[in-house]
């Protein structure tokens, strides 16, 4: 048998199947097109779902289940989109009976997209054979997800595992929650580049400056990597003042959950060790459980964009 996994994301919409291993077989695409009338977005998510049928070369039957990743508060049990501030058109919406009369596939889940890709790398990645796992992203916020026993957590009302909203920094950088001081806002891709360029502002000698003029032409969130690696101490101030409060919020993690493996994903976790070590210095001198004989492994996630889909499609188990 064969599984479906759908990553609805504000701007892309990403299909896959997916054999009882976690193994992705085939992916394909399209832009979400989030301001358009929800039923326009359910044509084109069938319609993947179709392509990706046809282009396997699977027979329907042979597919057993597909799961849907939704980004905001998505009820498992009801099948409701609740509320998502990236999809305004899925207020209220059951895009798991929808997806039934489109697709004819009888059974289909739903889960938040965050706690999908956490699903994803228990099943299939960083954490694979672990019964508790914590996954965290770094991209435009601070996403993440939980599995505890093998279950993904999600809260009472489905609100829960919203990682990224724990306050670090008491009336701090205001946040799109409403909030000040969130973790998103001091260790998510956009508050390391809001930080790299506050430091580029204050040293006009910055090797930054002559990364940024040598790559894309404006920051991101390779800018200081880059320039470290090169010598500037500019750039270093920037990356141990964001290790801080990266370590902050993972050593607040584990502290809480204690789970085999925290993984970290995102855009930035492509810098591996040179993100991750230092960040594991100060967990091993802060974590409560330091005295512990077992200790959380902290790694980089295994499964990049896939591990939505991948998650998805093995919400079944």
């Known amino acids: ?10 701007t892309n ?3 896959g199947i997916v054999d009882v291993n976690g193994k992705l077989l085939l992916k394909k695409s399209c832009k979400t097109g989030a301001d358009r009338p929800v039923e326009d977005i359910m044509t084109d ?3 993947l779902v179709e392509e990706v049928i046809a ?3 699977f027979p329907k039957e042979k597919i057993a289940f597909l799961g849907v990743a939704a980004p905001g508060i998505a009820n498992s049990d009801s099948g409701v989109i609740e509320y998502s501030c990236n999809l305004p058109s899925f207020l209220k919406f059951n895009i798991v009976e929808d997806l039934k009369k489109r697709t004819g596939i009888a059974r289909i889940g739903l889960e938040n997209d965050a706690n999908c890709a956490a699903k994803g790398e228990a099943e299939a990645g960083a954490a694979k054979g672990c019964k508790s796992s914590v996954f965290i992203t770094l991209g435009t916020g601070v996403g993440g997800g939980v599995i505890l026993d093998g279950k993904v957590f999600h809260g009472f009302n489905f609100a829960g595992a919203e990682l990224g909203h724990v306050v670090i920094e008491s009336d701090g950088v205001p946040c799109s ?12 891709a956009t ?25 894309k ?22 990356l141990e003042k964001f290790t801080r409060y990266l370590a902050i919020g993972i050593t607040n993690m584990v502290n809480i959950f204690q789970p085999e493996i925290l993984s970290v994903g995102g855009g930035i976790s492509a810098e591996g060790e040179t993100l991750l070590a230092p960040v594991r210095e100060i967990l091993e001198r802060e974590q409560y459980s330091r005295n512990c004989e077992k200790k959380t492994v902290l790694k980089k996630a295994e499964l990049g964009n896939d591990a939505g889909i991948i998650g998805a499609a093995l919400l079944w188990r």
């Open 1 to 10: 048998m064969y599984y479906i996994g759908i990553d609805l994301g504000g």
């Open 13 to 15: 919409i990403a299909c």
């Open 45 to 47: 998510m069938a319609k």
């Open 55 to 57: 282009e396997s070369g």
């Open 177 to 188: 929650c409403g909030r000040k001081g969130c973790w998103e806002s001091y260790s998510s």
């Open 191 to 215: 508050a390391l580049c809001r930080m790299t360029e506050e430091e580029m502002n204050q040293n006009p000698e910055s090797l930054m400056w002559q990364v940024v003029r040598e790559g």
């Open 217 to 238: 032409g404006y920051v991101n969130g390779r800018t200081a990597f880059d320039a470290m690696r090169m010598g500037d101490e500019s750039a270093k101030k920037v």
